[in-house]
C-alpha cells in the first residue's frame, strides 16, 4: 500500500503565511517545517548569487570563469597574503581539493594566480593582473549590488545575524553529511 501523500498546492493558489513554500514537500519534516523552508530559500539564494558572481566577474572584464574561480580568485586576493591550496579549501569549505586545484591552474593560465615554492608546499598569490581584476569586481559590485541595500544598522544588524545562522547551519549539514556517509 502506497503511503498517503498530499499534492503540491496549484500553481495559481497564493501561499499563506502559515503555509512554507518548499521544493519538495515529500522531505517537509513535522519537527521543523521552516527547515524545508530554509532549504527552498537557500537553493534559490545560492543559484542567483552563482548567477551574480559570474555575470560581476564578466562586467569586470573576464566572462569564462565559474563561481569556484571567481572565490577561489578573491580568497587567494584576500589580504594579499599568500595562500596553501589546503587553506584555500578549507576556509571556502570545498571538500575535494582537486576542485581548488583545478581552478588555481586555470587562474595560472589567465595570468591571474601564481605559485611560489616554499619548502614542500606551493603558495599562491594574485599578480598584478589578478589584483586589478579584483578590484574592478568590487566596483562592479558597489556599482549593482550596494544601491539595493540602504546600509542602515538595523539592516546590517539582520545581515549579520543571517550570516551567523548560515555559519551554524553548514556546521550541521556538514555533521549530518558526515553521519549520512557512515549510514
Known amino acids: 500500500m ?11 493558489e497564493t501561499p499563506s503565511p502559515d503555509r512554507p513554500i518548499v521544493s519538495s514537500a515529500h522531505l517537509v519534516s513535522e519537527k521543523s517545517p521552516e527547515l524545508s ?3 527552498f530559500g537557500l537553493i534559490i539564494a545560492a543559484h542567483a548569487f552563482n548567477r551574480w558572481l559570474i555575470r560581476c566577474m564578466g562586467a569586470a572584464g573576464v566572462k569564462d ?8 580568485l ?3 586576493n584576500h589580504r594579499r597574503t599568500p595562500k596553501r591550496l589546503s587553506d584555500i579549501a578549507f576556509v571556502l569549505n570545498i571538500e575535494d581539493a582537486h576542485v581548488v586545484s583545478y581552478s588555481v591552474r586555470k587562474l595560472q593560465g589567465m595570468g591571474l594566480v601564481c605559485g611560489a615554492k616554499r619548502g614542500k608546499e606551493v603558495f599562491y598569490a594574485t599578480t598584478d593582473e589578478g589584483h586589478a581584476l579584483c578590484l574592478r569586481y568590487r566596483a562592479v559590485r558597489e556599482a549593482c ?9 538595523d539592516e546590517n544588524r539582520r545581515l549579520a545575524e543571517v550570516a551567523r545562522t548560515l ?11 558526515r553521519a549520512a556517509t557512515a549510514y
Do not use: C, K, N
Not at 2 to 12: D, G, L, R
Not at 65 to 72: F, G
Open 2 to 12: 502506497t503511503p498517503p501523500h498530499s499534492a503540491p498546492p496549484p500553481a495559481t
Open 37 to 39: 523552508e530554509f532549504e
Open 65 to 72: 570563469m565559474t563561481p569556484t574561480d571567481v572565490l577561489v
Open 74 to 76: 578573491h580568497h587567494i
Open 145 to 153: 549590488l550596494m544601491p539595493g541595500f540602504s546600509g542602515t544598522a
Open 167 to 177: 555559519r551554524q547551519l553548514s556546521g550541521r549539514y556538514d555533521q549530518a553529511a
